[in-house]
């Protein structure tokens, strides 16, 4: 038995090497992210840390909120409004910068009423995020609102 263990730990072992050595030079700078929703199309995102990404990019951020998700996980979506952007909505349905972004649901596939997400010029460290998907828990709503500074881990890219 400790010489099959042997051999398959002898035929993995330069695999091991590989992938800590892959970490240890590109952890610091990178992380790899799953999206397990229909909120962006794509399934696996890299992130590079610390790297603020533009208008239109893709951004990685941490949940801030203690439901429906555990706090710091993170969220992918996209970054619509920077500071200074102007915000309004009518009725349910939001704008930034007079471009639409959707419309905020009543209510979660859950049952759960949903407040809207706030209106106004986006202040200074904070950001408007929104997901293409109509169920996408983005800045439309309270829960998510607009996201600090300090919740942007940096800027995601799209694997596949």
């Known amino acids: 038995m400790s010489i099959r263990l042997f051999d398959l730990l002898g035929r993995w072992f330069p695999l091991l090497l590989w992938v800590i050595a892959a970490h240890l030079a590109f952890g610091r700078a990178y992380l790899l992210a799953l999206n397990l929703t229909e909120s962006l199309p794509g399934t696996l995102f890299l992130v590079e840390k610390d790297v603020m990404p533009a208008r239109g990019d893709l951004v990685a951020f941490r949940w801030e909120a203690n439901w429906p998700y555990p706090r710091g996980s993170l969220f992918l979506k996209r970054l619509i409004g920077l500071p200074g952007s102007v915000v309004t909505a009518t009725g349910r349905d939001f704008r930034v910068d007079g471009e639409s972004v959707g419309r905020a649901k009543e209510r979660a596939r859950t049952g759960e009423p ?47």
């Open 114 to 160: 949903l407040d809207t997400g706030p209106v106004g010029i986006i202040p200074d460290g904070r950001y408007y995020v929104a997901g293409s998907h109509p169920d996408s828990l983005d800045s439309r709503y309270r829960l998510t609102g607009w996201v600090s500074r300090q919740q942007i881990v940096g800027k995601a890219h799209r694997v596949f």
